[in-house]
């Protein structure tokens, strides 16, 4: 099979040149050990896919794409929203494009044959995509906890035993007629994110493994800006990462009065406005300043000054 040349370890080492990330939208991504061990655990196990949990903007989207990059896999995103069904990831079917072809093709015999094969009006989801995939195929599931309560339940057949039935398609079996079934041809390599919206029912939760993103500490800011924005001066990022550090660790502080907290991927937004400036004055703005705050702060009735206090002074 053409996935047995593919490596099957993720390291979080290759990442994508810049001339990639302009053409294709990728990003350095720069993974915990800890999380590499989850996803090689999700590789190897198959049958497991990886739940993934942490703040908003802590990359949990962004990983699928990630691993995709490094094995060289296909990749398949579904973004969740409220109305989401789960078969809405295995495959649609247009009934009413159906009915209006059937009404416009009574006279015509090419529209008619059109219209007597319903595989003309169904369409594969990214999870159908997948399983037909003699490749084995990266799946982002993301934001899970959008959907409602049903909707893990419902997808439990098709992560377990990686395999559905279209109904709407019936096939000859010794004399009996049953539902098309699609069977995935290579198991799919399968992340799902939640932002914790809602708790996800016991019987999914089996099924998958689990990874908590935890913040990065300073060394792992550093090398995250470092990925991005390569040519930087090293004090540049450093009075960045430490003024960044001292707003968020103000706002852990204030947790049970503030909403979000600055995440990286806000900090790579604003760092990408910072560098903008030359290095002088970007280091002058960084002292005892939050230059451009509107890029990191989201609630109006906070005030930077206070999260930007040395914790010395605190103790005073």
Same mark, same amino acid.
């Given at each position: 099979?053409?996935?047995?040349?593919?490596?099957?370890?993720?390291?979080?080492?290759?990442?994508?040149?810049?001339?990639?990330?302009?053409?294709?939208?990728?990003?350095?991504?720069?993974?915990?050990?800890?999380?590499?061990?989850?996803?090689?655990?999700?590789?190897?196990?198959?049958?497991?896919?990886?739940?993934?949990?942490?703040?908003?903007?802590?990359?949990?989207?962004?990983?699928?794409?990630?691993?995709?990059?490094?094995?060289?896999?296909?990749?398949?995103?579904?973004?969740?929203?409220?109305?989401?069904?789960?078969?809405?990831?295995?495959?649609?079917?247009?009934?009413?494009?159906?009915?209006?072809?059937?009404?416009?093709?009574?006279?015509?015999?090419?529209?008619?044959?059109?219209?007597?094969?319903?595989?003309?009006?169904?369409?594969?989801?990214?999870?159908?995509?997948?399983?037909?995939?003699?490749?084995?195929?990266?799946?982002?599931?993301?934001?899970?906890?959008?959907?409602?309560?049903?909707?893990?339940?419902?997808?439990? @057949?098709? +992560?377990? *035993?990686?395999?559905?039935?279209? %109904?709407?398609?019936? $096939?000859?079996? &010794?004399?009996?007629?049953?539902? #098309?079934?699609?069977?995935?041809?290579?198991?799919?390599?399968?992340?799902?994110?939640?932002?914790?919206?809602?708790?996800?029912?016991?019987?999914?939760?089996?099924?998958?493994?689990?990874?908590?993103?935890?913040?990065?500490?300073?060394?792992?800011?550093?090398?995250?800006?470092?990925?991005?924005?390569?040519?930087?001066?090293?004090?540049?990022?450093?009075?960045?990462?430490?003024?960044?550090?001292?707003?968020?660790?103000?706002?852990?502080?204030?947790?049970?009065?503030?909403?979000?907290?600055?995440?990286?991927?806000?900090?790579?937004?604003?760092?990408?406005?910072?560098?903008?400036?030359?290095?002088? @004055?970007? +280091?002058? *703005?960084?002292?005892?300043?939050? %230059?451009?705050?509107? $890029?990191?702060? &989201?609630?109006?009735?906070?005030? #930077?000054?206070?999260?930007?206090?040395?914790?010395?002074?605190?103790?005073?």
């Amino acid at each position: 099979m053409v996935d047995s040349v593919i490596p099957r370890v993720y390291t979080g080492e290759k990442q994508p040149s810049p001339e990639e990330c302009e053409l294709d939208g990728l990003e350095p991504y720069i993974p915990s050990p800890e999380l590499v061990e989850a996803v090689n655990l999700t590789i190897f196990l198959k049958k497991r896919p990886l739940l993934l949990k942490g703040e908003p903007g802590s990359g949990k989207t962004r990983l699928a794409r990630a691993v995709a990059y490094e094995l060289g896999l296909p990749y398949e995103s579904w973004y969740i929203q409220s109305t989401t069904k789960a078969k809405d990831g295995c495959y649609t079917y247009d009934a009413i494009a159906r009915l209006h072809d059937a009404q416009l093709a009574r006279l015509d015999e090419q529209k008619l044959s059109k219209v007597d094969n319903l595989w003309n009006y169904i369409k594969l989801g990214p999870l159908g995509r997948a399983f037909e995939n003699s490749q084995r195929t990266v799946v982002l599931i993301d934001e899970i906890d959008k959907a409602d309560l049903d909707f893990p339940n419902d997808l439990l @057949q098709a +992560l377990d *035993e990686k395999r559905f039935t279209i %109904p709407e398609i019936k $096939v000859k079996e &010794k004399e009996a007629e049953k539902e #098309y079934e699609i069977k995935a041809k290579e198991p799919p390599i399968i992340f799902i994110t939640s932002n914790d919206e809602k708790d996800l029912p016991d019987a999914f939760l089996r099924r998958c493994l689990f990874h908590y993103i935890e913040f990065p500490d300073e060394s792992e800011l550093v090398n995250i800006i470092n990925a991005h924005f390569p040519k930087t001066a090293s004090k540049v990022v450093a009075a960045a990462v430490t003024s960044f550090r001292l707003l968020r660790s103000g706002m852990e502080r204030d947790s049970g009065r503030i909403g979000k907290k600055v995440s990286t991927s806000e900090l790579i937004d604003w760092f990408t406005i910072l560098r903008q400036y030359p290095e002088d @004055q970007v +280091l002058a *703005e960084l002292q005892g300043k939050l %230059p451009f705050a509107d $890029v990191l702060l &989201k609630s109006r009735w906070q005030d #930077y000054r206070e999260y930007l206090r040395a914790p010395q002074e605190e103790e005073k």
